[in-house]
């Protein structure tokens, strides 16, 4: 096989998997997110974030979240306190939710309504935060930040 067939058959095999519900259910696991506290302002006009999966827009009103390697991330306001409880002096600690986990088995890019988000093999781990509903987090983010039910 030459060095094109290989790549159209690499490119095939990941157009082939798909992150949906199903997915989850060879391999994943139950996770929530640990309970420390985490920094976050209140964007006061709209621009872009370069987060380590790539750029994600935010508007006016948006929580512009520090991840614990100083990293930024967007969230709206109602996604923001669905998740989180603001302890009134710019941070706020994440709820107790449980949701589920797998480490990626291959490469990709989830179609989110807040951006694209890359992701790669053995490198990221998927969360499903709900139907339909997923994000991806750099593995050495995910064993700080979440602990397995």
Do not use: C
Request: charged fraction near 30%; proline fraction near 4%; hydrophobic fraction near 30%.
């Amino acid at each position: 096989m030459n060095k094109y067939d290989e790549l159209v058959a690499k490119i095939s095999e990941n157009l082939e998997k798909q992150i949906d519900d199903e997915w989850f259910k060879d391999g994943g696991f139950q996770v929530y997110k640990n309970p420390t506290p985490i920094k976050y302002e209140t964007a006061e006009g709209s621009g872009i974030v370069n987060t380590l999966e790539g750029p994600v827009k935010y508007v006016i009103g948006h929580k512009i979240i520090t991840g614990p390697k100083g990293e930024k991330y967007p969230v709206t306001s109602e996604s923001f306190f669905d998740k989180y409880d603001d302890n009134k002096d710019g941070t706020a600690t994440p709820k107790k939710i449980i949701k589920s986990a797998k480490l990626a088995d291959h490469d990709g890019t989830l179609h989110t309504s807040w951006g694209d988000l890359a992701y790669t093999k053995g490198n990221d781990y998927i969360v499903r935060h709900g139907t339909n509903d997923y994000g991806n987090v750099k593995a050495d983010i995910f064993n700080l930040t979440y602990s397995k039910v």
